[in-house]
């Protein structure tokens, strides 16, 4: 499975972004699309993940500031973050599997100014 994130950029605090990541190649072995994050020095951490289902799971620190979802039909994961704070400035990393990660896409990095 490729994995293509788009979205990030630079944005100041209280602003939104919204990630995308579209899922190309074996999809058929794809149940779950999520994001984790990985700031500088510090360890890659679990955002929020999404089955085809539509069954979320969202780390507490990002709990009603993002939101994610998924779009079956075009493969597709986004990552809707709100009210973003200096401390969600990471890479962020769409990835996929069947019950959990499994392939990586290349990171897109979120920067929140102060």
């Keep these: ?7 990030g950029g630079l944005v100041q605090t209280g602003g939104s ?5 579209v899922a190309s190649g074996s999809i058929f072995s794809i149940n779950y699309m999520g994001w984790h994050r990985q700031a500088p020095g510090k360890q890659r951490e679990l955002v929020a993940s ?5 069954n979320t ?6 709990k009603g500031r993002f ?3 998924i ?7 986004y990552l809707q973050m709100n009210s973003l704070k200096p ?17 990586w ?8 100014s102060s």
């Design 105 to 112: 896409g290349k990171g897109t990095q979120v920067t929140v």
């Design 57 to 62: 799971v969202y780390a507490d620190f990002v």
């Design 1 to 7: 499975v490729q994995l293509q994130a788009s979205g």
């Design 87 to 103: 401390e969600d400035t990471a890479v962020y990393y769409c990835n996929a599997g069947l019950m959990g990660p499994r392939d």
């Design 71 to 77: 779009d079956n039909a075009k493969n597709t994961v």
């Design 50 to 54: 999404i089955t085809r289902s539509g």
């Design 67 to 69: 939101t994610i979802s």
């Design 17 to 21: 972004l919204r990630l995308s990541c």
